[in-house]
């Protein structure tokens, strides 16, 4: 099946510091890719949905300048978090779909962010 | 897309049928039932879909009602490594933006 890497998979970095983490399609070209964010005990929660080359349109209640998102290419997509507080400690998990007329969606590991 | 409703937690012997029940009553008749599960700390791993008819894979059997208001998934020889949380979600093959949205899900533990 299908691919999807994500790196790093854990992260700890200092309150006030920029993280990025980046989503990479291994074996097919992702026209569209999503990132989830999942907090203990909870269930996985949709940010933004990016399409190759467009900008991201984020979910209501996520904040577009502090959750930056770049989809330059088929097979990557980053998500970056800026000024990170320790609130932004989560799961981070990015999605992909391989074109407009596909239904199959396949994750990445997710990314384990720490900020302390 | 048509909200899900599934029990928060269940048990089931190892080597037995686990039968996960989902509710989802106000489905169109264009929308699909996936069905998702996450094992602890990973991504979200695809099992099953179907729209109306019972579908079986390597993995489960998704058993859909004639109304289709409800669902079951099958694992029919759960093993430990079965343990994770089952998403059923509900929406259209092709939705806009085809995005996945997650309910809470099932949270399976498989004993020994």
């Known amino acids: 099946g299908a691919v999807v890497s994500q790196h790093p998979s854990r992260v700890i970095c200092k309150s006030g510091t920029s993280v990025k983490i980046e989503c990479r399609s291994l074996?097919?070209?992702?026209?569209?890719m999503f990132w989830y964010r999942q907090f203990p005990k909870q269930s996985l929660m949709l940010m933004a949905t990016?399409?190759?080359?467009?900008?991201?349109?984020?979910e209501q209640g996520v904040e577009k300048d502090k959750f930056l998102i770049n989809h330059a290419s088929l097979t990557l997509s980053t998500l970056t978090v800026t000024s990170a507080h320790p609130e932004d400690s989560s799961f981070y998990i990015c999605?992909?779909?391989?074109?407009?007329?596909?239904?199959?969606?396949?994750f990445g590991p997710g990314t384990r962010l720490t900020v302390t | 897309d048509a909200k899900t409703t599934q029990p928060t937690s269940m048990d089931c012997a190892e080597g037995r049928a686990a039968n996960l029940p989902c509710n989802h009553s106000?489905?169109?008749?264009?929308?699909?039932v996936y069905w998702y599960r996450q094992i602890h700390s990973q991504g979200p791993q695809y099992i099953i879909h179907?729209?109306?008819n019972n579908e079986t894979n390597e993995m489960a059997s998704l058993i859909i009602t004639e109304d289709r208001k409800s669902s079951t998934l099958i694992l029919p020889h759960a093993t430990l490594r079965d343990t994770a949380v089952y998403y059923c979600?509900?929406?259209?093959?092709?939705?806009?933006?085809?995005?996945?949205?997650f309910g809470q899900g099932t949270e399976l533990s498989v004993k020994p």
């Open positions: 999605s992909a779909r391989q074109g407009a007329n596909s239904y199959e969606q396949y």
């Open positions: 074996d097919f070209q992702a026209t569209t």
């Open positions: 990016s399409n190759e080359g467009s900008k991201a349109t984020y």
């Open positions: 106000t489905i169109s008749g264009n929308e699909y």
């Open positions: 179907g729209l109306k």
């Open positions: 979600i509900v929406r259209f093959l092709y939705n806009q933006g085809g995005k996945l949205i």
